[in-house]
């Protein structure tokens, strides 16, 4: 005849540890540089990449027209310039050599900058030990 009483889990009267769940948000940085852009009256970074290849690609081209210039005024040696060398020579001088400077004051407004730290959810299941 069958033993009559609980039924029981094959775990019980040993100890459980509790249970830890830890979940973490990445915090979040967001920036807004629209108005020092606009108070130093500058261009969007992706405007800019566009206008610098343009002007990077133009005087490139420049470059090139100058030094086939060149190349044939030394070639035409014959046309009679005096120095050709030395002219040349100045010439590059004169156009490689000026400089621009540009002072910039201080933007009266600063950059808008939001950052969010978001707290750890942690939830704890507690188990301990069942009696015996």
Known sequence: MPEIGPILSSDWGKYRPA????????PELVTDWTSVFDDLGLK???????????ETKMITLQNIAAKAQEGDRIANISSGEKNVFGRIAHERYMR???KEVTVEA???Q????DFRIYPPEIH??????LPK
């Open 44 to 54: 969007r970074p992706g405007s800019l990449m566009k206008e610098i290849t343009s």
């Open 124 to 129: 704890i299941e507690a188990r301990g030990a």
């Open 110 to 113: 600063g950059v808008y900058i």
């Open 106 to 108: 201080l933007p009266r």
């Open 19 to 26: 249970e830890l769940t830890v979940r973490l948000t990445s």
């Open 96 to 98: 490689k050599g000026q």
